[in-house]
């Protein structure tokens, strides 16, 4: 059993990841990569599974694809 999305260290290292992302724009829909919405499930569904799913893996991107667009939600509203 893999773990889950809001444990150490998944969570903080794909927090890292998203700020990383956030940061260099990689939310706006002509960046290369494109980090926003469908695309970036598609870069990781293409990279990860193979011909098969994974009801495990498939979990894990869900809870991610959640946190993704919260802390995108987040980021976007908050005023510095």
Same mark, same amino acid.
Request: glycine share 4%.
């Given at each position: 059993? !893999? *773990? /889950?999305? *809001? %444990?150490?260290?998944?969570?903080?290292? @794909? &927090?890292?990841?998203?700020?990383? =992302? /956030?940061?260099?724009?990689? @939310?706006? =829909? =002509?960046?290369?990569?494109?980090?926003? *919405?469908?695309? @970036? !499930?598609?870069?990781?569904?293409? $990279? +990860? @599974?193979?011909?098969? !799913?994974?009801?495990?893996?498939?979990?894990?991107?869900? %809870?991610? &694809?959640?946190? +993704?667009?919260?802390? $995108? /939600? =987040?980021?976007?509203?908050?005023?510095?």
């Amino acid at each position: 059993m !893999r *773990g /889950y999305m *809001g %444990q150490e260290p998944y969570k903080g290292d @794909f &927090f890292r990841l998203f700020r990383e =992302a /956030y940061k260099n724009n990689y @939310f706006d =829909a =002509a960046s290369s990569p494109s980090l926003v *919405g469908d695309a @970036f !499930r598609d870069i990781l569904v293409s $990279r +990860w @599974f193979n011909d098969d !799913r994974d009801d495990e893996k498939t979990k894990l991107l869900e %809870q991610l &694809f959640n946190k +993704w667009d919260e802390w $995108r /939600y =987040a980021w976007d509203h908050y005023e510095n």
